[in-house]
């Protein structure tokens, strides 16, 4: 196959990434509709409401992205301050990357799910995903740097990926 990466849009998000919740589903008595609600609470509410706005801007009103669609996450965490001396230097040993709660999956699943019908229709539609998550330097700000893009693929001979 070949894949060819179209119709991109790159935005950041700034503050505290939060991980999604555990869902929980019930059957409603009085309505008999079934409701699904997320434990992730205020926090992940706020997370949520704050990359949904960012992505808006960055869509400037497109539609959303055709599948298949590829997508890459960068989440920028704050480094715990017992990771530095008290001179503000880092700690001999200290962790390169975050090997901590949340992890990485909740992060994307909360982030993922507040893009659903901003980047693209279905969550389902993402064939593609490149995922990190690293201590931000003391400059940097925490939060998440998010692209994505259509796939063009097309089939070719043989089953390895190469890039058009």
């Known amino acids: 196959m070949k894949c060819e990466r179209t119709d991109r849009v790159a935005f950041s998000v700034q503050g505290e990434p939060a991980p999604g919740g555990s869902k929980n589903a019930f059957l409603h008595r009085a309505t008999g509709r079934i409701v699904v609600t997320d434990a992730g ?21 497109r539609e959303v992205l055709t599948p298949p669609i590829g997508l ?10 017992s990771h530095y001396t ?4 880092l700690r001999a040993g200290s962790p390169v990357v975050p090997i901590v709660r949340p992890d990485l999956t909740k ?9 659903t019908g901003i980047l693209w229709g279905d969550d389902a539609h993402i064939a593609e995903q490149w995922l990190y998550r690293i201590y931000a330097h003391p400059e940097e700000p925490v939060g998440v740097q998010i692209t994505a893009y259509h796939l063009a ?6 089953i ?5």
Not at 86 to 89: A, D, E, V
């Open 86 to 89: 008290s001179k503000g230097t």
């Open 41 to 61: 609470g205020k926090r992940n509410k706020d997370w949520r409401k704050a990359v949904a706005v960012a992505a808006r801007e960055a869509m400037q009103g």
């Open 107 to 115: 992060l994307v699943r909360s982030t993922e799910d507040a893009l």
């Open 153 to 158: 693929i097309r089939q070719a001979d043989g």
């Open 160 to 164: 390895a990926w190469e890039e058009a």
């Open 72 to 81: 890459t996450m960068v989440f920028r965490m704050e480094r715990p301050k």
